[in-house]
C-alpha cells in the first residue's frame, strides 16, 4: 500500500515537473499576452490540469500514442490562450517541445535496454529502475531545453497551405517516432530478437534527428520569409520617402527661384502701371498669380521640411476644397532630421487628406476640414493634427488601426509614424472618434550638442 502511494505519488511529481519544464521553453520563446500575478496563476492551473490528463492517461492505461497526441495538443493549447505570437509559432514550439520529450524518453528507456540488457517492465511505473529512469528523463528534457532556448525565437511567415501541411507534418512525425518506439518495446519484450532492437533504435534515432532538422528548417524558411517580406516593406518606405524629400528639394528650389524673380516682375509691374496700361497690367498680375498657385502657396517657418510639405498640402487641400487650419511655432533645434520630418509630416497629412476625400465621396453635408498645429511645450514639441471623418477606425485583435486603403503598398502610414516617434523617444496618442480622427504626438527637444553627436 505505502509503496504504490509512493508509486504514485512519484509519478505525478514527474508529470508535473514535465509540464513546468514546458512553461520554462515555451515562456523563453514567446511573448505573454500579460504580465501580473492572477495571469501566472491561470498558467500554473492549466499546468496542474495538463498533469492531471498526463497522469489520467498514465495510470488507467491509455495507449501511449493517444498520451503522446493529447500532450501536443494541450501544449499547443496552452501556447494559443496565454501567448501573443502567431499562431504557427505557437505550434512550432509546442511540437518542438513533444518532439525533446520523446526524444529524452527514447534515450532513457531503449538506450540502457541495447547496452545493459535491462527488461522494459523495470523501466516503467511501478518498476525497480522507474525512479532513476525518471530522473533522468527530467534531466535530459532540461539539457534539451537549455541547449534549444538558445535558438532565437523570431516572427515567421507560411501561406495557409504551408501552415496546414506543416501541422500535418508535425502530428504525423510525432506520431511515427512514437510508434517506432512502441514496436522497438514489443519486439524487446516479446521477441528477444537483440539485432532487430538495435535496429529499430538506430532507425528511429536517425528519424527523430532529420524530423527535428526537418522542423527547424522549416522554421528557418518562415523566418527567411518573413525578413525578406519586411524588408521589401521597408525598401518601398524608403523609396516612397526618398522620392518624397526629392520633390520637397525641387520645390524647395523653385520657391527660392520665384523669390528671386519677384524683384523684376515687380519691376515689370511698376512700369505697366506708371504706362496705366490696366489691360496688359490685369493680365500680367493673372498670369503671375497662377505661377505662383502652380509652385504651391508661400510659407516661411524657418524649416525647409514644414514649408514644403505645408505648401505642398495647402495647395492640395484647396483642390479639393477641404478646410486646412495650421499653427507653426518651430523650435530650435528640431529634434527629427528632415527625411523623418518630412515622413512623418508627409504620412500624417496624406492620412488626413485621403479621410475627408472619402467624407466627399461619401457626400457628407458638412465641408471637411483639418486642424494642424506645431508648438513646443515646456521641453518638448508638439504636433498635433485632427480631421474629420465620416465613419468609425477600424481596430483588430491587438489593438492596431485596421488600414482601410486596399491598394498595394498602402497601410504603412501608421506604422511609420509610429517607428519614428519610438525612434524619437516620443509619445504617440490616437484618438478615434465618430466622426473627428486625432493625432496628438509629443517629441522630447534636444540640446544643440545632442544633435551635434
Known sequence: MIQS????????????????????????????????FSFHGRQIMFLFLQTALTCFCNF???????????????????????????FMLKIFWGSIYSVICIFAEYITMLIPQTFSLIKPDELLAGGRLRIPMSLL????????????????????????????????????????????????????????????????????????????????????????????????????????????????????????????????????????????????????????????????HLLSTGNTAIDCILSAKLSQAKKMNIKLDYSVLIPKPFPLDSVNLSSLLGNLLDNSLEACQRCLTAKTNSIPWILFYIKPYLNMVVIHIENSTHDMAKINSKNTFVSSKHQKGHGMGIKRIRSIVNNADGILNIVPEKNKFTVHIMLPLKEENDIEN
Request: aromatic share 14%.
Open 5 to 36: 502511494i509512493i508509486n504514485y505519488s512519484w509519478e505525478i511529481f514527474i508529470n508535473f515537473s514535465e509540464s513546468f519544464l514546458f512553461f520554462i521553453f515555451i515562456n523563453a520563446k514567446m511573448q505573454p499576452q500579460k504580465n501580473s
Open 60 to 86: 488507467f492505461n491509455i495507449p501511449t500514442l493517444i498520451t503522446v497526441l493529447l500532450s501536443l495538443v494541450s501544449n499547443i493549447a496552452f501556447a494559443v490562450i496565454f501567448y501573443s505570437n502567431t
Open 137 to 296: 528523463y527530467i534531466a535530459l528534457i532540461a539539457v534539451f531545453v537549455f541547449f534549444s532556448i538558445n535558438i532565437g525565437s523570431k516572427k515567421m511567415f507560411l501561406t495557409p497551405i504551408q501552415k496546414s501541411a506543416y501541422v500535418i507534418l508535425c502530428v504525423l512525425g510525432i506520431a511515427v517516432a512514437h510508434y517506432i518506439l512502441i514496436v522497438t518495446l514489443n519486439v524487446s519484450h516479446f521477441y528477444a530478437i537483440q539485432k532487430l532492437t538495435d535496429s529499430l533504435i538506430l532507425t528511429n534515432m536517425f528519424f527523430l534527428l532529420l524530423f527535428i532538422a526537418l522542423l527547424l528548417f522549416i522554421y528557418q524558411l518562415g523566418v527567411s520569409k518573413n525578413q525578406n517580406m519586411v524588408l521589401t516593406e521597408q525598401s518601398k518606405q524608403s523609396a516612397l520617402e526618398k522620392q518624397q524629400y526629392q520633390n520637397l528639394l525641387e520645390s524647395t528650389k523653385a520657391l527660392r527661384e520665384m523669390k528671386h524673380d519677384i524683384e523684376i516682375h515687380l519691376d515689370i509691374i511698376q512700369s505697366l502701371a506708371d504706362n496705366s496700361d490696366i489691360t496688359k497690367l490685369k493680365e500680367y498680375i493673372t498670369a503671375y498669380h497662377n505661377s505662383i498657385e502652380q509652385t504651391h
